[in-house]
């Protein structure tokens, strides 16, 4: 059975006469990371801030690892981290000194954990350095070095690539998979930068004026998936869409002016199967090409299916 970690049952909050959560359901398993993605002032923070207990719901419920936050709010939040577009450090300690604190404050954090965490921060030399000279990049390793100390079982991350070069987004990757897969812990990241939460996340949120209006699972791109979505070219599309729909292994998906969009199944049928029963039946084909999305693409075209409700 799936254990979930985080559960968000019809959370619903205003702020004043203004609707900011609706109706807002969605869990978060154990070991997965999930990405969180909305325009601004779509209730991104708001949502984090009642996660974290900084905001209380108007309705609904938050359950983290099986603890109701409302009835047992120590409980439920002993295990969360949660690290901000800018974390929270002490900047007239150092590093180690910052952890050392960090551990104290948690329950039953060994010595040997604490090493780790200083490891596992890669920040070297740096680790004895005061933090106000640490640079975003060092300052997000020193708080994602916190969540594996102790029994961490939540990381919260607001906008964790801002400021970080491309090297620093590809450790934060690594760093993420560690905890997730050898860890077991949950990562929700809220991000606007969507080509990013594509490679790190395994599941992404899309929220819109305070309401969930998808879910989409990120696909494994090291999987070759079966199923692909072609374009195919023709001077009489309304001739072969007709063809295509008595075609099992095909889903038609719109019908163009230049010719026709479709979903194909390849792992049952090789493509040019498809290409000469339209040949058969009297339909040139101009050309063909596989019309692939990322996550971008898929975010703008529900916010257009959104704006036209």
Do not use: W
Not at 93 to 100: A, D, H, I, K, Y
Not at 187 to 198: A, R
Not at 271 to 283: A, P, Q, R, V
């Amino acid at each position: 059975m799936i254990e979930k970690v985080l559960e968000l049952k019809n959370i619903s909050k205003k702020r004043g006469k203004t609707q900011v959560l609706t109706d807002v359901n969605f869990s978060i398993n154990k070991g997965e990371i999930c990405g969180f993605v909305g325009r601004n002032g779509a209730g991104k923070t708001t949502l984090i801030k009642i996660i974290t207990s900084m905001l209380f719901p108007d309705e609904g419920e938050v359950i983290i690892c099986g603890k109701n936050l409302k009835n047992e709010r120590e409980e439920a939040l002993k295990n969360v981290v949660s690290v901000v577009e800018t974390p929270e450090m002490y900047g007239y300690m150092t590093g180690r000194q910052n952890l050392n604190y960090i551990a104290s404050v948690l329950e039953n954090v060994t010595k040997d954990e604490i090493e780790n965490a200083i490891k596992f921060s890669n920040l070297g030399s740096k680790i004895d350095e005061k933090v106000k000279k640490y640079s975003l990049g060092m300052k997000q390793r020193l708080g994602l070095a916190q969540a594996i100390m102790g029994n961490v079982s939540l990381l919260i991350l607001d906008e964790p690539t801002n400021g970080l070069d491309p090297m620093g987004v590809f450790e934060l990757k690594n760093t993420l998979n560690t905890l997730a897969k050898e860890k077991g812990v949950s990562i929700f990241i809220s991000s606007h930068i969507l080509s990013e939460i594509e490679n790190i996340c395994t599941r992404v949120v899309f929220i819109d004026d305070g309401k969930i209006i998808s879910i989409q699972q990120i696909v494994d791109k090291e999987k070759v998936s079966t199923e692909k979505n072609m374009f195919i070219k023709t001077n009489l599309p309304e001739k072969a869409s007709e063809i295509i729909k008595k075609i099992p292994y095909v889903k038609l998906l719109k019908v163009e002016n230049d010719g026709i969009s479709i979903l194909i199944n390849s792992e049952l049928h090789d493509i040019f199967d498809m290409l000469k029963n339209l040949h058969e039946d009297g339909i040139k084909v101009e050309g063909y090409f596989e019309v692939k999305q990322n996550l971008e693409d898929k975010f703008v075209k529900m916010m257009g299916e959104v704006s036209n409700e």
